[in-house]
C-alpha cells in the first residue's frame, strides 16, 4: 500500500529516521557530492519532505531554495522548522507530476521521489513535471532507490537499521518495502520496482539527455577510522544509487 505521510505519525517518524548514520555518511555525502557547487544557483527541492536536504541546499551556499512535498504533513514540518530557524525558505504543497507554468530553477533536487511511481507512466508525468521546473541546461540529480535490489542477492541491512523486503517475483510496480527500525514496530515505507533502462527512456522522452548512474559513496569520519568493512554490505550491494541528467 502506498505510503500515506499525512496519515498518523508517519512524517515524524521519517523526520526521525535521517537521524541514522548512514544517512550522513552515505546518502548525505553522496547527493551532496554529486551535486557539487551551489554558488548563486536557484534551486528546487522535489519531495523535500521535513526540509532535511532543502536547508542543506541553502547552507551550501545556493541563492534561493524552494521546497515542495505532495504532503501537507510533511510541509507542516518544514515550515516549523524554517519558523524556529529561519533561512529563508519557501514551502509548498505540490505535486511532482504536476504540469505548471514552465520555471527556470537551475537545480532540481530529490531525494527519493522517483520511487513513489507504481509504473512507467506515473514515471513519465514525473519526468515531465520536472522538466517543466528547470531552465533549458538546468540538471536533476536524486538519491533513489536501486531497482538492483531485485537481481542481487540482498543481505542482512539490520546494521545500518533498516530491511528490505521484495517481492517473490521482479515485475513492473512489484513493491520494495522499506523496514526503518525505530522504537516499536519499525517504519514500512513501499517503494515500486521499475527497471533502469525505463528511468532512462522516461528522462530522455521528458527532454533530459546525459542520464547516469552513480554508486553511493561513504564519507570520509577521522573518528571512525576505516570502517568500510562494516559498510561494505551497503556500498557493495546498495540498496540506493544516484541518478543524474541535464535538460536538453
Same mark, same amino acid.
Given at each position: 500500500?502506498?505510503?500515506?505521510?499525512? +496519515?498518523?505519525?508517519?512524517?515524524? +517518524?521519517?523526520?526521525?529516521?535521517?537521524?541514522?548514520?548512514?544517512? $550522513?555518511?552515505?546518502?548525505?555525502?553522496?547527493?551532496?557530492?554529486?551535486?557539487?557547487?551551489?554558488?548563486?544557483?536557484?534551486?528546487?527541492?522535489?519531495?523535500?519532505?521535513?526540509?532535511?536536504?532543502?536547508?542543506?541546499?541553502?547552507?551550501?551556499? @545556493?541563492?534561493?531554495?524552494?521546497?515542495?512535498?505532495?504532503?501537507?504533513?510533511?510541509?507542516?514540518? $518544514?515550515?516549523? +522548522?524554517?519558523?524556529?530557524?529561519?533561512?529563508?525558505?519557501?514551502?509548498?504543497?505540490?505535486? @511532482?507530476?504536476?504540469?505548471?507554468? +514552465?520555471?527556470?530553477?537551475?537545480?532540481?533536487?530529490?531525494?527519493?521521489?522517483?520511487?513513489?511511481?507504481?509504473?512507467? %507512466?506515473?514515471?513519465?508525468?514525473?519526468?515531465?513535471?520536472?522538466?517543466?521546473?528547470?531552465?533549458?541546461?538546468?540538471?536533476?540529480?536524486?538519491?533513489?532507490?536501486?531497482?538492483?535490489?531485485?537481481?542481487?542477492?540482498?543481505?542482512?541491512?539490520?546494521?545500518?537499521?533498516?530491511?528490505?523486503?521484495? %517481492?517473490?517475483?521482479?515485475?513492473?510496480?512489484?513493491?520494495?518495502?522499506?523496514?526503518?527500525?525505530?522504537?516499536?514496530?519499525?517504519?514500512?515505507?513501499?517503494?515500486?520496482?521499475?527497471?533502469?533502462?525505463?528511468?532512462?527512456?522516461?528522462?530522455?522522452?521528458?527532454?533530459?539527455?546525459?542520464?547516469?548512474?552513480?554508486?553511493?559513496?561513504?564519507?570520509?569520519?577521522?573518528?571512525?577510522?576505516?570502517?568500510?568493512?562494516?559498510?561494505?554490505?551497503?556500498?557493495?550491494?546498495?540498496?540506493?544509487?544516484?541518478?543524474?541528467?541535464?535538460?536538453?
Amino acid at each position: 500500500m502506498t505510503t500515506d505521510y499525512n +496519515q498518523g505519525h508517519i512524517a515524524e +517518524q521519517y523526520k526521525k529516521a535521517k537521524e541514522q548514520p548512514w544517512r $550522513a555518511r552515505i546518502e548525505t555525502y553522496s547527493l551532496m557530492k554529486r551535486i557539487g557547487d551551489l554558488t548563486g544557483k536557484k534551486v528546487i527541492d522535489i519531495a523535500c519532505g521535513e526540509g532535511f536536504f532543502t536547508r542543506k541546499l541553502l547552507q551550501a551556499g @545556493a541563492a534561493t531554495v524552494v521546497g515542495v512535498d505532495i504532503a501537507e504533513r510533511m510541509i507542516e514540518l $518544514a515550515r516549523a +522548522q524554517e519558523v524556529a530557524a529561519p533561512l529563508g525558505i519557501e514551502y509548498r504543497v505540490e505535486d @511532482a507530476r504536476a504540469l505548471v507554468p +514552465q520555471q527556470a530553477f537551475d537545480l532540481a533536487v530529490s531525494a527519493w521521489l522517483l520511487v513513489y511511481a507504481h509504473d512507467r %507512466a506515473e514515471l513519465a508525468d514525473m519526468c515531465r513535471g520536472l522538466a517543466r521546473r528547470l531552465r533549458s541546461g538546468g540538471r536533476f540529480v536524486t538519491f533513489t532507490t536501486n531497482p538492483g535490489l531485485y537481481h542481487f542477492k540482498v543481505p542482512d541491512y539490520g546494521k545500518y537499521g533498516f530491511g528490505v523486503k521484495l %517481492a517473490d517475483k521482479v515485475a513492473e510496480g512489484a513493491p520494495i518495502t522499506w523496514l526503518i527500525q525505530q522504537d516499536g514496530p519499525p517504519l514500512e515505507i513501499e517503494n515500486y520496482y521499475i527497471p533502469l533502462s525505463a528511468y532512462e527512456s522516461a528522462f530522455r522522452d521528458a527532454g533530459f539527455t546525459s542520464f547516469s548512474v552513480h554508486q553511493p559513496e561513504l564519507a570520509p569520519d577521522p573518528q571512525a577510522g576505516d570502517d568500510r568493512t562494516f559498510w561494505a554490505d551497503f556500498l557493495d550491494y546498495p540498496p540506493a544509487i544516484v541518478l543524474e541528467c541535464v535538460k536538453k
